[in-house]
């Protein structure tokens, strides 16, 4: 029998190779090892029963697994993916399978077992004490293995036999146990909700008016009916409670977030792939979960743009949610207190059903006021104002807890010269460098260049460094070292070994602190009852981002944030500011998403931005900047040939490498269906240019 195989190897488009078995049960989705060239590789059966080639092929050597690692729908998906990124074929499929799965002879992930013992000679008598004890024990049925010279002993007499049972790797998390009830409002929605198409639904819920729990209703509705369910969250961070709250109801649960090791993940599959999980519950990549006969896709807090994968193949989650949805005809559902523009859009225009949930459960929205800091600076103020140092305090005494929003991490964030004024910034992205006092290091958090802490200018020579800027590292030693309070940090400088984040916020929840502080990974989902102040230290830096988006974020993360404080008794809120009288602030005060949407949306309709227009985003990358500098005249002339609007070029420096931007706004596909083909060959046997392409990506 000849098949074709699509074989790992780095080609940018989509190449399959024929190759010969003797297997004629060998199906479509296996992982095989063929030779190719002169060496090994592996690689997925993409179609059998070929016709016999006119020329000679080769044998395939083995195959990995005893089953499809891809299944009929997950190859559909693969395609999909490949021509709605324009990323080769093979690039998507090792997206889509965690390590150990993916195709690379070189990955080889053990499965965990344990050692067991059982009796074999029943009739045997013991020597000694210990031996005694042993098949005693072992006549009640098989135990663990345990290191003993008894045991050896009786293996080799053929008294008792060792046998192994491979077991999944468990993934520990709590327990919520509370007893949910929905209100009517809550279970309207449930019930207007199809179950048995396609349809897309977009859940419009203030913070505190109990999304989840009609996530949780939802899917008992379809496991009742021997369907499974995924429900995507945007952060790691969200991942433990809700869980916490789903293992309360339900006990086939797996979980997919970059916190696991590779074992876990690929155990998670398994389980998955076996059929042993009704529900999965994880971040971006969970969307691939392949599990049987699924009922519903459900995407929380969906305007986040972490569902956005920034590297090729660089899929928008929810593209791959709808064609999942419409291959299985089963709903999705989408949740947020602040939608994206976008989603809100295709809502108000009826392609989304939408249902609102205008107020929260137990309580009222949370009081929301502002610190102006141009009147702040005039009393001296420093990084934390008098009234939010006066509220923390207030708070704290009445025995409630604070959380602290400051999006930025490092200690200070720009270290320059202040005779010459010289910026340290990273000689690979040419971006400012951030000093992290714990390492007492500058550092780049694009590509995580590392430099100790100058002392002397390395362009005038003198010993005048200086350092400013504020990140979550100053905060939390300001205020221990001058208040004395019980602070925890929470930010990826602090979460990045293996089970810090759930054990930080498990002991937040049990107020063994009276403050969290940390970036936006706090800022969305977490319910703690006893928070009654949210502080926003910095808001001015995400408004003065270059990005059309740059408000929008500003009033998620906001409103986000705000809506953690008082969700079981009176909460308040303090923004600290420069722009007071900008709109995303005034309407994230307000609590009023029709507010800020109304201007936006008219912003972005005038400049044709999403989703009024489509942006490509096409980046001429290289080690030579003159080459690029060529290439202008050329790309910008083919463009605008093509009747589109073209801005820029752009240049930047990333990761050691030259890019040269260009940004397409466009109505339809259909006007940039031949522009990338056309310049992707353009560049195909230029070896010292590389192309990229990005629809819609998270900043441009």
Known sequence: MFVSVLVEINFNKTKTFTYYTSNNSLKVGTRVVVPFNNRDLEGFVMEINLNRPEYETKEIIKEVDDYPVLNEEMIEIGKFMSEKTFTSLIKCYQTMLPSGIKANIKQNISTKKIKYLKLIDSNYIPKNDAQLKLVEALKKGPIKRE??????????????EEYEVEIFRSVENYINDKKIILTEEQRNIVSSIDKESFNTSLIHGVTGSGKTYIYLELIKEVIKNNKSAILLVPEISLTPQTIAIFKGEFSRIAVFHSGLSIGEKYDEWRRIKEGLVDIVIGVRSAVFAPLNNLGIIIIDEEHSPTYKQDSNPK????????????????????????????????????????????????????????????????????????????????????????????????????????????????????????????????????????????????????????????????????LKEKYNYKILRLDQDTTSKKGTLEKAIHAF???????LLGTQMISKGLDFPNVTLVGVLETDYSLMIPDFRSAERTYQLLSQVSGRSGRAKEGKVLIQTYNKDHYSILSAINHDYDKFYNKEVLMRKNLLYPPFAQILVIELISDDQ??????????????????????????????????????????????????????????????????DFSINPNQI
């Open 147 to 160: 290191s003993s010279s008894s045991v050896n002993t009786l293996i080799k007499k053929g008294v008792i």
């Open 315 to 478: 899929y928008n989650t929810l593209d791959i949610a709808i064609k999942r949805a419409k291959y299985n005809q089963i709903p999705l559902v989408l949740g947020s207190a602040t939608p994206s523009l976008e989603t809100y859009t295709y809502a108000k225009m009826g392609k989304i059903k939408l249902y609102e949930l205008k107020n929260r459960i137990s309580t009222n929205m949370p009081k929301v006021e502002v610190i102006d800091l141009v009147e702040e600076v005039k009393k001296g103020y420093n990084i934390i104002s008098k009234p939010m140092l006066n509220e923390i305090e207030k708070t704290i005494k009445k025995n409630e807890q604070v959380i602290l929003l400051l999006n930025r991490r490092g200690y200070n964030t720009l270290v320059m010269c202040h005779s010459c004024g010289h910026v340290f910034k990273c000689p690979d992205c040419e971006v400012s460098l951030v000093y992290h006092k714990h390492k007492n290091k500058l550092v780049c958090h694009y590509c995580h260049y590392e430099m100790f802490k100058p002392e002397i200018c390395p362009t005038c020579k003198k010993e005048e460094i200086k350092y400013a800027g504020i990140g979550t590292e100053k905060v939390e030693e300001i």
């Open 509 to 515: 929840e049990n107020h063994e602190y009276d403050i």
């Open 626 to 691: 003159k080459e690029l500098f060529k290439e202008i005249d050329k790309n910008k002339k083919y463009l605008e040939s093509n009747n589109l609007i073209v801005l820029g070029p752009n240049y930047k420096k990333e990761k050691n490498k030259f890019v040269m931007q260009f940004i397409v706004k466009y109505k339809t596909t259909d006007q940039i269906k031949e522009i990338i083909p056309f310049i992707e060959n353009m560049y195909e046997n230029n070896r010292k240019i590389r192309v």
